[in-house]
């Protein structure tokens, strides 16, 4: 059975980096055509996808984070990391990692962990 475990700070000050790592069980984030997720859901909106590392190490993120948003994998770990530079309190959000079967969705997801933007 996947797994997947979000870990990390819950307080980040803001102009700091937020980085989050996610430990996967169950499954390799090396399997051919597994593609693993971050995605944000801020209070009180909408989630928002915020980028995915494939199998093979591509990355993709979506273009209004890109510029701040960087996705790394460490596969001895079976982990994969989230970096989002120069945080601002809207950055403020339940953090998830995904696995999906393509670049766009998501069939397994951690619980989810709280980071909150704040001075």
């Known amino acids: 059975q996947v797994q997947l475990q979000e870990s990390g700070p819950g307080l980040v000050k803001p102009s700091q980096t937020l980085s989050l790592t996610c430990t996967v069980t169950?499954?390799?984030?090396?399997?051919?055509?597994?593609?693993w997720s971050w995605i944000r859901q801020p209070p009180g909106k909408e989630r928002e996808w915020m980028g995915v590392?494939?199998?093979?190490?591509?990355?993709y993120y979506t273009p209004s984070l890109k510029s701040r948003t960087s996705i790394s994998r460490d596969t001895s770990k079976n982990q994969f990391s989230l970096q989002l530079s120069s945080v601002t309190p809207e950055d403020t959000a339940v953090y998830y990692c995904?696995?999906?079967?393509?670049?766009?969705?998501?069939?397994?997801w951690g619980k989810g962990t709280l980071v909150t933007v704040s001075s």
């Open positions: 995904t696995r999906g079967s393509t670049i766009v969705t998501s069939d397994y």
């Open positions: 169950g499954a390799s984030i090396t399997t051919k055509y597994s593609f």
């Open positions: 590392i494939s199998y093979d190490g591509s990355t």
